[in-house]
């Protein structure tokens, strides 16, 4: 009997002359439950390990995340910054060398570390200065392969500098591998100039490989020599037929499609014109 009124005293708390002050009534019961929550699991084992499970596994989780995202700001704190690349083609006469020099000065202006390059095919106004159609002038570097450039800067100098100006990029056959590697690995921003297209309108050099490469891409036109309209092709005006030939006004214009058409066509005339008087002097020799 003894037993049987001990089983009913833990079954019937409100009954237990052992739990005084506990609630007389089931609805007071629960209530104190909902309000001494923590007592209540405390006085359950299973409930206990399972509440100081969840507490070891939530601070483990908590401080496996504190060091993964130190150990990721770490790494991001020594990758450098990321770098840009921006393409500036178009004919001729355009004004590419012009718009590269501008923005080279506004990158200066802002506190960039500034270095132009240039071919050093181009001797046309010296090989120390990049010079404008119209008389702008900067100092550069002129190099047969981009590649040197940073070998011929030193590789402190180098990391200092932010923005990479390249004038006349089509001469440049490396040109893709650098301005990957300068912009994705070494966090530069490469301002690029050229032509992309040569006197017959086919793709010049590798400019336009790295256009897939680009955050942006900028078609400059000129002022057609003819008719004054918007030119987007070069006209070779002599007879040489090599692709690489620096020259300036001498040798190519500016010209819209219309004139280039014909202007090829009367070029073309006058070449064979010039052969066929060629031929005859030599039979009459």
Known sequence: MLAISRMKTVLNPKFSPLFPHLPKTKAAYFAHLSRTSEPTICNNPIRNANHIHRKSTSLLSSSFFCSTQKRNLQMEASRPPSGEIHVIVGPMFAGKTSTLLRRIQLESGSGRSVAIIKSSKDTRYGLDSVVTHDGM?????????????KQKLGIEAYEQVDVIGIDEAQFFEDLYDFCREAADHDGKIVIVAGLDGNYLRKSFGSILDIIPLADSVTKLTARCEICGK?????????????????????????????????????????????????????SYA
């Open 230 to 282: 918007r030119a987007f092709f070069t006209l070779r005006k002599t007879e040489e037929t090599q692709v690489e030939l620096i020259g300036g006004a001498d040798v190519y214009m500016p010209v819209c499609r219309h004139h280039y058409v014909s202007g090829q066509v009367a070029v073309e005339a006058a070449r064979h014109v010039l052969e066929s008087s060629n031929l005859e002097c030599g």
């Open 137 to 149: 002038k900067s100092p550069c570097w002129a190099l047969k392969n981009l590649s040197s450039f």
